[in-house]
């Protein structure tokens, strides 16, 4: 898949293949519709303490569809439309440790995830009544 990576701080994000991520039976994959950039995603792009690893995919306000289900999902299916918090345990999406959605897909946990029911487009799909408008895969 494509994603937008980024390697160090000054330099701009890149866009390059990377592997698509695996879930696990208690996870789902997300096609990605739509992200917003965060301000932690630009404190994170920069030097200092809080500076994402090399290689990071940042993203942690998207909407998407479903693409696959683990083995456990029973609330979700695939082609539901959704959005998600930015967590699977106690990691946070698209800040080092968990591919995030400046990417053609993430993956997301069961317990954070919410049915984007409403009828609105993907690029107006509600995270914390913000709206996304600026990544698009």
Same mark, same amino acid.
């Given at each position: 898949?494509?994603?937008?990576?980024?390697?160090?701080?000054?330099?701009?994000?890149?866009?390059?293949?990377?592997?698509?991520?695996?879930?696990?039976?208690?996870?789902?994959?997300?096609?990605?519709?739509?992200?917003? +950039?965060? #301000?932690?995603?630009?404190?994170?792009? @920069?030097?200092?303490?809080?500076?994402?690893?090399?290689?990071? /995919?940042?993203?942690?306000?998207?909407?998407?569809?479903?693409?696959?289900?683990?083995?456990?999902?029973?609330?979700?299916?695939?082609?539901?439309?959704?959005?998600?918090?930015?967590?699977?345990?106690?990691?946070?999406?698209?800040?080092?440790? +968990?591919? #995030?959605?400046?990417?053609?897909?993430? @993956?997301?946990?069961?317990?954070?995830?919410?049915?984007?029911? /409403?009828?609105?487009?993907?690029?107006?799909?509600?995270?914390?009544?913000?709206?996304?408008?600026?990544?698009?895969?």
């Amino acid at each position: 898949m494509k994603a937008a990576v980024f390697s160090r701080p000054g330099a701009p994000l890149t866009i390059q293949e990377v592997d698509i991520p695996d879930i696990s039976a208690d996870e789902m994959l997300v096609a990605v519709s739509r992200c917003g +950039i965060c #301000g932690t995603d630009i404190h994170a792009s @920069r030097e200092g303490p809080f500076m994402a690893p090399p290689n990071t /995919i940042f993203g942690h306000e998207f909407s998407g569809e479903i693409v696959k289900v683990g083995d456990n999902i029973n609330r979700f299916s695939v082609g539901d439309r959704v959005t998600s918090l930015p967590f699977i345990g106690d990691k946070t999406i698209g800040l080092g440790q +968990i591919t #995030g959605a400046y990417s053609e897909y993430v @993956r997301s946990a069961m317990n954070w995830l919410s049915n984007c029911r /409403i009828q609105l487009t993907m690029t107006r799909a509600p995270w914390w009544n913000r709206w996304q408008w600026v990544f698009t895969p």
